[in-house]
């Protein structure tokens, strides 16, 4: 219903009266194709929503839906197909409560905080396989699924030995994400450096989780804290009015769209914040348009396969690490077309999902084995993770092949 | 039929009146068969909105139907608990209604003796979030959401337990009258189109908005004016609530969410012929912009479907007239004795009323038939639950798709918009073989959803002919006459989405399996 | 972002027009709502099938058929521009083989049995052109739920006097969801399965000499999994396309996007263009509106390939105004009144079909008077007025046949 002053969540459940129950979701779900235990996107989507009165729940196998949102962005007619199934889920969740673990994975911010100051031990145990087994058991972690690794030099500890740059006027945020704060605070060394190359000045606020994996998991009132807090972090008043730069496709998408339709977070600073976040590469890729770009590259003599992940194409941006990439000499740079790693966040961690999502991940793993590139590149963690662990080629952010394109080591 | 055409009750009728007295009347011992010349529920109980009336709508207007229908209200809660969905009613005072409605409505509820609460208007909001924000008083009744076909098949089942016999598709064509009273009716199959006579002791004409044209078999009138009332079915619950407006009766003031749509209706328009019913454009645009009211955007979210009933309307002590509007004519029922009226014996003629007070019309009726055959019974239905509510427990939405759940792994979903499943449809049919595809999807709600049969008549066609209930031209001309059926229903509400599903409908039947062009 | 031309809709005529300006060197960017209409197509390249008799010979009837409906989508193109633009589409998705003579229609079963027209049609379904005297077998798994040989078998049978059909159900799985045809497609382009399929097929063949199957061999390397299969059974195979989704549709799309990505496009779904900028009488850019922020797609030149009524290219409201919704480009065919839109025969033409936008030779549109309103827009496929692509069988022809001569006529201007 249009012109009409509905809030964001019904405006997606709305949205079901689109379905005109064509089956092209189904046609490009990854996760229907390997596994009789998810019904698919229009089944559990908006069919599902017309036997649903926010009472009790009738669903199960909703839970199998693994968020990737491939469904939402193929959707002939707008049907916010992923959107009405993260509810759904939510809603099984508030009436058969959860694991344990699902309120321990979705929230990687306390992980790395608890992980840090014993980084190597953590690192230790979580590539012991008797302790993963035994994790599995306790848990429900699959004691295959990759993780990351802790470090006790975070990057907010590193950034505060940073030399201070001359400050200019073209300041910029950076939301830099849980993963890259305590697991790779190398992308977002990398991250600052490029963009300081380019002229801007980084303002890092010390920053919280924004929280997707609390959305993901259907626990909506901690995650509903969690992107509030977040929001006012970002938006200090000595920062108004910025342009946010965000590195982690999956967070990047939280804040601009997902947090106010999913979760239905009504707050004009969460609004006002989304329109102005950008993802790395779509803001570089817009200074070059502008002309602005620096392009005083060296040869990166590499081949290197792309992987856009889900919550990328989600941002209907294109794919501006090619565009980029593309301008770096000496770089191979192929990009890969296959739909989904498997990971989806937390989902391919857990036990009772892990074969799934290393199924629907095979495919993309096949492609990458007959390319051999020395790296794949994918703007999120947890896809890059899920990408090594099921090839065994290590796996970067693209920015940290721009980073080393000007120079850097 | 042929052995034993001799009956105690012929019923004319197999809608909500005539179930209720097929079942009223087995219970009391009656050899009773029951006739329709459709399949049971086709007529004005098939297209009706599926509410359950509180007597709201009628406290300051119409009070005596308003007491009878808080008392039916009460027991069919007890008695058909199955067929309906406890979703309650608002009544609500909107920004272009009387506010001093609201008063006059609150005692006309106490004079009803029908259950009422006031509250805040923020509670209403936050039950119905799609309801106009800008209600200035809100009041919570015992409104729901009643399936009229599973009624329907409940009573007749359960009258058939008592030995009624129950026939579909029989037409009546004449009823014959001997010496001052009626002795039976020709009826014609109109599947195989034999004719066969009927003996009965006594008739009783339920046929609805078609009362005056079987009484006149007999030589008597009655003067039932069909009132026309159309009806748009939303694509999904806009409400799970009933919400009426808190004002005095009019056109398209009520929301029922049935099943997985809801229904706004209706108009009240007297017309000739019950048969000839069909929503003009501008009745259908009307409709949508009166729901406005209640669910601001609601003139802009996907109507799937327009229909129209006739109502049996029968103005109380004027058995001939013609009246101005139809709005102001009661809701109550009159029984007519035919005897007395017309000195045609043995002949009652039960109309008016609402699908609410179907029951207590079929008490009278059943009284006024045991009256004519000197018979001593009581009624006993308000007391004893119908087949498959003897559980007492009410329908839920959700039912469907967490049966569809468990069995989804031993049993194909056909429809996916309704959730009918292979095994629904097949053993619907083995049931009774002599369905057509649209008697079917009746009872089935198949094609009954957002697609509107696209992808599952295909289906349905392809098992009924691979099961052999369809040879090879009955499966082609049931895919054929579905996909009109359906067409008809959709045509005035050919703008935005369903549109789009309609075009999409149209190149599966056309441009894949090019339908137009199968071999007869 | 910023591109030369940018394409608006991923169906058959977005991703031709993108491919054929991709491959002559120019940036093209796709937007779209979502994956396009492929998935509903059965596959075929239909140029003609009913005109309203049955059409024997497509491209030979085309004069006469455009000097009846001059503002037919083939009228305005020029019948002589068919042929290259059928050829061409042939080689860029050469992978799928297709196959035919543009003067002599095929007559391929559909899933119910009836006989469709088609001039081109993919490998997979060449064999499927069957005549008398010949057994042929339709066969399929028992529960799929999309296809019922049966019915095909005895509606075919009906269609085609002297031709000898039977029909066979192969026992596969108890549990429906391993019949969901997205699993079926992927199951089948394993060995092992195949070999299980192929031995029922074999042990039913009762004398065929070739075997009709519903569209399930395979998404990937299509060719290989029926090749395979025809192989263990020694009879050719043809697949029968059915209800969405439909995979040799898919298999389209697949082929398209891929072309697409290697010639340097780029697409991008799950974006729905909702406006316009205009500056100096041309389109200098296209607004998406989607949260967070309002995006700009700026280009030189711009192809507007949103599929009409079905895809949303064409809205109605419920006062039945019907519009363009991205440029609000005037309409044509569309009966003034709007009772007189669609009758009650539901199988007659209805006015409202033919509803569209008109174009000039170079598929530029045109306002009322008949003037050209932007010069760097290009219209094409089912956001064209004067056809009804379901009942004619010539949506795939009109898609392509509009799309390359878009295409055409952007290189050509550019020169």
């Known amino acids: 219903m249009t012109g009409v002053e509905v809030s964001p969540v019904e405006w997606v459940r709305g949205s079901l009266d689109q379905c005109v129950k064509c089956t092209i979701c189904e046609s490009a779900c990854p996760v229907m194709e390997v596994t009789g235990l998810f019904l698919g996107p229009k089944t559990v989507g908006p069919q599902a929503e017309r036997f649903r009165t926010g009472g009790h729940s009738p669903d199960h196998s909703v839970d199998y839906c693994s968020g990737c949102g491939i469904c939402t962005r193929v959707c002939p007619q707008g049907v916010r ?77 590193r950034l505060q030995r940073r030399r201070p740059r001359r400050p200019t006027t073209r300041r910029v945020v950076y939301f830099h994400g849980c993963s890259t704060n305590y697991f790779e605070p190398r992308v977002g060394l990398a991250t600052i450096a490029v963009l300081e190359h380019n002229g801007f000045q980084v303002e890092v606020p010390r920053q919280g989780c924004c929280g997707l994996p609390l959305q993901s998991n259907g626990l909506y009132p901690a995650a509903r804290d969690y992107i509030r807090r977040l929001t006012s972090q970002l938006s200090k008043p000595d920062l108004a009015g910025l342009d946010v730069i965000a590195t982690s496709t999956s967070c990047g998408l939280m804040v601009k769209r997902e947090a ?96 799934i999502a290393m199924r629907v991940g095979a495919p993309l793993f096949g492609d990458i084995s007959e390319v051999q590139p020395d790296l794949v590149l994918c703007d999120s963690e947890t896809c890059r993770w899920q990408i090594s662990h099921g090839t065994g080629v290590a796996s970067v952010h693209p920015v940290e092949i721009l980073y080393k394109a000007y120079g850097g080591r | 039929m042929t052995e034993q055409p001799e009956t105690e009750l012929l019923v004319i009728g197999g809608g909500s009146t005539g179930a209720g007295v097929a079942w009223d009347a087995a219970r009391r011992g009656l050899r009773v068969t029951l006739v329709d010349r459709g399949d049971l529920a086709t007529g004005t109980t098939g297209r009706f909105h599926g509410l359950l009336h509180s007597g709201g709508r009628y406290v300051v207007k119409d009070p005596d139907s308003a007491r009878e229908c808080a008392s039916e209200n009460r027991i069919l809660r007890r008695i058909a608990a199955d067929c309906i969905e406890d979703t309650g009613g608002f009544f609500v005072t909107t920004p272009i209604d009387d506010p001093a409605y609201a008063d006059r409505f609150l005692a006309g509820c106490a004079v009803a003796d029908m259950p ?165 454009q501008a009745e259908v645009a009307e409709m949508m912009e009166a729901g406005e009211a209640l669910v601001p955007g609601f003139s802009r979210a996907r109507a799937l479907r327009t229909w129209a009933g006739a109502r049996p309307l029968f103005p109380k002590g004027d058995a001939s007239g013609k009246v101005q509007d139809t709005r102001d004519v009661t809701r109550s029922h009159s029984v007519i004795k035919h005897g007395q009226v017309d000195g045609v014996g043995h002949l009652i003629s039960i109309t008016g009323g609402k699908f609410t007070t179907f029951r207590l019309m079929a008490e009278d009726a059943v009284d006024a038939v045991c009256a004519e055959l000197e018979l001593d019974s009581a009624c006993t239905t308000a007391e004893v639950p119908l087949p498959d509510s003897e559980g007492h427990h009410f329908y839920w939405l959700g039912a469907r798709q967490e049966s569809m759940e468990e069995r989804v792994h031993d049993d194909a979903v056909i429809c996916e918009c309704e959730l009918v499943t292979q095994g629904d449809l097949l053993s619907a049919a ?66 935005g989405q369903q549109l789009r599903q309609a075009r999409l409908d149209t190149w599966i039947f056309q441009g894949i399996l090019d339908l137009e062009h199968i071999p007869a | 972002m910023k591109t030369e031309v940018l394409v608006i809709g991923a169906g058959t005529a977005g991703l031709t027009a993108a491919v054929r300006l991709a491959q002559a060197g120019v940036k093209v960017v796709v937007v779209a709502t979502g994956a396009g209409s492929l998935g509903l197509a059965p596959g075929t390249l239909d140029l003609l099938g009913y005109a309203p008799q049955v059409v024997e010979d497509p491209l030979g009837t085309l004069p006469e058929f455009v ?75 028992r529960g799929f739920r999309d296809f019922f040989p049966q019915l095909v078998a005895a509606n075919l049978a009906a269609a085609s006097r002297g031709l000898d059909v039977r029909s066979l159900e192969v026992e596969w799985s108890g549990d429906p969801s391993d019949l969901a045809p997205q699993r079926l497609w992927r199951q089948l382009e394993q060995p092992g399965v195949r070999r299980l399929l192929a031995a029922s097929l074999r042990s039913g063949l009762d004398g065929a000499a070739a075997v009709g199957l519903p569209a399930i061999l395979g998404r990937d390397q299509s060719g290989d999994v ?63 509106s989607q949260p967070p922020r309002v995006e700009e797609y700026q280009a030189g030149t711009f192809v507007l390939a949103t ?109």
């Not at chain 1, 848990?139 to 500890?157: D, E, K, S």
């Open chain 1, 260 to 355: 106010i339709e999913i979760l239905g977070v009504e707050d004009r600073s969460l609004e006002d914040l989304a329109s102005r976040t950008y993802d790395i590469f779509e803001f570089l890729r817009a200074r070059h348009d502008a002309g602005e770009l620096r392009t005083d590259f060296v040869e990166v003599p590499l081949t290197v396969a792309y992987h856009a992940p889900c919550q990328q194409q989600n941002q209907q941006i294109g794919k501006p690490v090619l565009d980029i990439l593309s301008l770096v000499p000496g770089l191979k740079l192929v990009e890969l077309d296959r739909g989904c790693c498997g990971i989806a966040g937390t989902y391919g961690t857990k036990v009772e999902k892990y074969d």
């Open chain 2, 430 to 495: 083995a049931r009774r073989p002599e369905q057509q595809l649209d008697d079917l999807r009746r009872g089935l709600r198949l094609g009954m959803g957002p697609c509107q049969g696209g992808f599952c008549s295909y289906r349905a066609a392809g098992l009924l002919h691979h099961d052999n209930y369809y040879d090879r031209g009955q499966a082609n001309q049931a895919l054929g006459s579905f996909a009109q059926e359906r067409w008809k229903g959709q045509q005035t509400v050919l703008w």
């Open chain 2, 116 to 280: 009422v609460a006031e509250v805040p208007v923020s509670e209403a909001l936050r039950q119905e979030p799609l309801l106009n924000p800008r209600i200035s008083r809100a009041f919570a009744v015992e409104d729901a959401a009643i399936d009229a076909w599973k009624t329907v098949w409940a009573c007749v089942r359960g009258a058939a337990a008592y030995g009624a016999r129950i026939l579909p598709y029989h037409e009546v064509l004449g009823i014959r009258v001997e010496r001052d009273a009626v002795v039976g009716a020709t009826l014609r199959n109109s599947l195989s189109g034999a004719e066969v006579e009927v003996r009965a002791q006594c008739i009783v004409n339920a046929a609805g908005a078609w009362t005056g044209q079987i009484a006149k078999m007999a030589g008597c009138h009655v003067g039932v004016v069909p009132g026309k009332g159309v009806m748009v079915a939303m694509n999904h619950r806009l409400v799970n609530t009933v919400v009426n407006r808190c004002t005095m009766p009019g056109d398209g003031d009520i929301i029922v969410p049935i099943r997985t749509v809801c229904v706004i209706g209706t108009t009240d328009v007297p017309v000739e012929d019950p048969d000839q019913i069909a929503p003009t």
């Open chain 3, 307 to 415: 599929g009409g009524v079905g895809a949303g290219g064409i809205e109605v409201t419920p006062a039945r105004q019907a519009r363009e919704p991205i440029f609000d480009l005037p309409l044509a065919g569309v009966p003034r009144d709007p009772q007189d839109w669609f009758g009650s025969d539901y199988f007659a033409e209805q006015p409202f079909d033919r509803a569209g936008v008109r174009v000039d030779r170079s598929m530029r549109p045109l306002d009322p008077d008949g003037e050209v309103i932007y010069n760097n827009l290009y219209v094409v496929g089912a956001e064209l007025a004067g056809a009804q692509p379901w009942r004619e069988k010539s949506g795939e022809g009109i898609s392509v046949v509009t799309a390359v001569r878009a295409a055409d006529a952007i290189l050509e201007a550019a020169r």
């Open chain 3, 67 to 141: 000097s009846d409906l001059p503002e037919h989508p083939y009228a305005r193109v020029g019948v002589q521009h068919v042929r290259p633009a059928l050829e061409w589409f042939q080689t860029a998705v050469a992978d799928l083989g297709y196959q035919g003579d543009l003067e002599r229609n095929r007559l391929l079963p559909t899933a119910l049995g009836a006989l469709r027209p088609s001039a081109l049609v993919p490998e997979s379904m060449a064999a499927g052109e069957v005549g008398p005297g010949t057994r042929i077998l339709i066969a399929s798994l």
């Open chain 1, 81 to 157: 197909i992923a959107e009405i199934n993260s509810r759904a889920k939510a809603q099984l969740r508030v009436e058969h409560g959860g694991r344990l673990r699902d309120q321990l994975i979705a929230r990687p911010e306390v992980m790395g905080r608890l992980a840090r100051p014993v980084a190597p031990l953590f690192n230790w145990a979580m590539s012991n396989q008797l302790l993963r087994a035994v994790g599995q058991r306790m848990v429900g972690i699959h004691r295959l699924a990759p993780v990351p690794r802790a470090t006790t030099r975070t990057l907010q500890y």
């Open chain 3, 226 to 288: 029926r090749r395979d299969l025809e192989d263990q059974i020694g009879r050719p195979i043809f697949e029968i396309p059915t209800l969405p989704p439909s995979l040799p549709g898919l298999r389209l799309f697949d082929l398209l996007k891929g072309a697409l990505r290697r010639a340097g496009g780029r697409l991008v779904l799950g974006e729905s263009a909702t406006g316009f900028k205009a500056g100096g009488g041309e389109v200098v850019a296209v607004t998406a």
